[in-house]
T-cell receptor
Framework: KAGVTQTPRYLIKTRGQQVTLSCSPI?????VSWYQQTPGQGLQFLFE???????NKGNFPGRFSGRQFSNSRSEMNVSTLELGDSALYLC???????????????FGQGTRLTVV | KNEVEQSPQNLTAQEGEFITINCSYS?????LHWLQQHPGGGIVSLFM???GKKKHGRLIATINIQEKHSSLHITASHPRDSAVYIC????????????FGTGTRLKVLA
């Protein structure tokens, strides 16, 4: 059974550009969550999608957005990139939405974004 | 004060030692995860707990809901256990979301 796949693994962008990251969940999983990891802030929750609907959103500016497709694959978009957006972006998939105590999340390897 | 506190922040151990990493939280939760992150970034979920104790190989995780505290134990530690261990709680107030501890960086020396 394939794990959570994130593409690309590494990305370099310049300030002001926009970027789209992709996450393919484990087959059958309908929940995809996104996280940002930086040395200063650690891991922070960005948003969660379940059945193509955004269920929860963390405290990030509107430049960060996402969507989920009917096959449960999710994309995350960051517009007008800033240097501080340099981070490891992780996604996790699960069968059921967050909040179901029996639901275990499986993480991808992450996309390392560097903004120069 | 962070809602999720881990201790210690850094830990160096000799191969074979028994290791304990602690996680305390101040919010209501529905579950707690212990995650392992190796250099390179990928995260592996080790345990998900809502009560009691779980064991997998040399790893043991416990949680005390009343005391809002969880521990991750590694018996007979090995250099391949060297990683960052992160505690993540799934909070139940308002919307459900994960809050993460800052991680414990473990180095096991041969």
């Amino acid at each position: 059974k394939a794990g959570v796949t994130q593409t690309p693994r590494y990305l370099i962008k310049t300030r002001g550009q926009q970027v789209t990251l992709s996450c393919s969940p484990i087959s059958g999983h309908r929940s995809v969550s996104w996280y940002q990891q930086t040395p200063g802030q650690g891991l922070q929750f960005l948003f969660e999608y379940f059945s193509e609907t955004q269920r929860n959103k963390g405290n990030f500016p509107g430049r960060f957005s996402g969507r989920q497709f009917s096959n449960s694959r999710s994309e995350m978009n960051v517009s007008t990139l800033e240097l501080g957006d340099s981070a490891l972006y992780l996604c996790a998939s699960s069968l059921a939405p967050q909040g179901y105590a029996s639901t275990e999340a499986f993480f991808g390897q992450g996309t390392r974004l560097t903004v120069v | 004060k962070n809602e999720v506190e881990q201790s210690p922040q850094n830990l160096t151990a000799q191969e074979g030692e028994f290791i304990t990493i602690n996680c305390s939280y101040s919010v209501g939760i529905s579950a707690l995860h212990w995650l392992q992150q190796h250099p390179g970034g990928g995260i592996v979920s080790l345990f998900m707990l809502s009560s009691g104790k779980k064991k997998h190989g040399r790893l043991i995780a416990t949680i005390n809901i009343q005391e809002k505290h969880s521990s991750l134990h590694i018996t007979a530690s090995h250099p391949r256990d060297s990683a960052v261990y992160i505690c993540a709680v799934l909070i139940t107030s308002g919307t459900y979301k994960y809050i993460f501890g800052t991680g414990t960086r473990l180095k096991v020396l041969a």
